[in-house]
């Protein structure tokens, strides 16, 4: 009697405790955030190095792993699931997160988009790898799903930009055209029976779909948000953003809706701010600006990369010197050591339109060292030649775009 009491009991507490966390706000998951349960968890990972700083960073770290596109409940029973996840196995869930978190999110909002085909409904019952799998294996459930369904408005809610033989660009208006042309996609505004199409769209910031032909992979825009996202709902990389927004800029897009012209500045300041080859922002400014305010930009930029270069220049000459300074001190070292290094200054100082090639100057040096078997300061010579073959080059691309921007005439440039 005692333990059909118990059992019963036990099960009672169980539905009592689930229905709780069922009506649990994201808000509330987050006080969690900082028991002591969870900041015991963590310090025994990070021991020493654990401090309230670092505490703000691992919560900011968290978080970061729950999707947008959920309701707030689901955000927050995720949140607590990843809570006990980080319990549980602290070393292993917390270099997860710091390493994969976009994995975390994919799957959590994959799960709670598509949870009716999912194997176990209950989070609270997986782990992170038990939910990979189970995410996994309902994929090819799902994309059957999305394939069989038919959506009698996606004509009428589809407005093409482009349909060539390698792209196919549209504008989404409608929540049938984002179910059709998202299908095999993780997209939550392509989940039937979820209403994320319709906090996303908006008349003028509506969501921009685009298809390689060659590749059949997709992509969808939204600018108001911000994101820009592969089949897999992943944020893409800026430079194949940059790509394909150009493309849709040289669509009727950028004359029918404001926003696409407002995302080009947005692009060009990703341009001009992005560690890329001189060559690639360029081309991406002559595609995003007009023509006269493309020459100003590119001026500036090719200006600045000089600059930055005769620096480099400059201080290879001053290293020189003070080497050759040091040299004529010490009585031992001979007039031919010297002269290879005044020769070696001589060839920076005067460069030349079409600078000569300085490796074998370079080699000559190292093998009149070697002879004499003194220790050769191999890293300092390549650092010299690497910054003359940078200049060398800087100099060929103002030559290349001399049709764009004005080229100072040779005697005009001024090093030192």
Do not use: C
């Given at each position: 009697m005692n333990l059909s009491y118990r059992k019963i009991k036990k099960?009672?507490?169980?539905?009592?405790?689930?229905?709780?966390?069922?009506?649990i706000s994201f808000e509330q998951a987050k006080e969690s955030l900082d028991s002591k349960k969870t900041k015991r968890a963590i310090a025994k990972h990070y021991r020493k190095n654990y401090d309230e700083m670092a505490h703000e960073k691992i919560k900011n770290d968290i978080i970061l792993c729950i999707p947008e596109d959920l309701e707030d409940k689901q955000k927050g029973l995720s949140l607590l699931w990843l809570l006990k996840n980080i319990k549980k196995n602290p070393e292993e869930t917390l270099i997860y997160i710091k390493m994969e978190y976009y994995s975390i999110l994919s799957n959590l909002e994959t799960f709670w988009h598509w949870q009716r085909f999912m194997s176990e409904k209950d989070i609270m019952k997986t782990d992170i790898d038990s939910l990979e799998y189970i995410v996994k294996e309902a994929k090819p459930k799902?994309?059957?799903?999305?394939?069989?369904?038919?959506?009698?408005?996606?004509?009428?809610?589809?407005?093409?930009?482009?349909?060539?033989?390698?792209?196919f660009i549209a504008v989404i208006h409608n929540k049938g055209a984002a179910c059709e042309l998202g299908k095999g996609t993780d997209w939550c505004t392509a989940a039937p029976g979820l209403d994320f199409f319709e906090r996303y769209y908006k008349p003028k910031d509506p969501?921009?779909?685009?298809?390689?032909?060659?590749?059949?992979?997709?992509?969808?825009?939204?600018?108001?948000?911000?994101?820009?996202m592969d089949k897999n709902d992943h944020q893409l990389p800026i430079t194949q953003v940059l790509d394909l927004f150009i493309l849709l800029y040289k669509t009727e897009a950028k004359n029918k809706y404001f926003i696409v012209e407002k995302a080009k500045d947005f692009m060009l300041e990703e341009v001009y701010s992005l560690p890329l080859d001189i060559e690639i922002k360029i081309s991406y400014?002559?595609?995003?600006?007009?023509?006269?305010?493309?020459?100003?930009?590119?001026?500036?930029?090719?200006?600045?990369?000089?600059?930055?270069?005769?620096?480099?220049?400059?201080?290879?000459?001053?290293?020189?010197?003070?080497t050759i300074e040091r040299k004529k001190k010490k009585n031992h070292d001979s007039d031919e050591y010297i002269q290879n290094?005044?020769?070696?200054?001589?060839?920076?100082?005067?460069?030349?339109n079409k600078s000569p090639n300085i490796m074998p100057t370079v080699e000559k040096i190292y093998?009149?060292?070697?002879?004499?078997?003194?220790?050769v300061n191999l890293p300092f010579l390549s650092n010299i030649n690497s910054t003359y073959e940078l200049l060398e080059h800087e100099y060929r691309q103002?030559?290349?775009?001399?049709?764009?921007?004005?080229?100072?005439?040779?005697?005009?440039?001024?090093?030192f």
């Open positions: 099960v009672i507490l169980e539905e009592i405790k689930k229905s709780l966390l069922l009506e799902i994309e059957e799903y999305q394939k069989s369904k038919k959506y009698n408005d996606a004509k009428e809610g589809t407005e093409i930009l482009l349909d060539d033989e390698s792209w969501l921009f779909f685009f298809e390689d032909k060659n590749s059949g992979e997709k992509y969808q825009f939204h600018f108001g948000s911000e994101q820009y400014i002559l595609q995003l600006k007009d023509e006269e305010s493309a020459k100003i930009k590119i001026k500036e930029l090719l200006q600045s990369q000089e600059k930055a270069l005769f620096r480099g220049v400059n201080e290879s000459v001053r290293r020189i010197e003070n290094l005044e020769l070696l200054k001589k060839m920076f100082i005067e460069v030349k093998k009149f060292f070697q002879k004499l078997g003194w220790r103002r030559e290349k775009y001399s049709h764009v921007v004005d080229v100072p005439k040779y005697e005009e440039r001024k090093i």
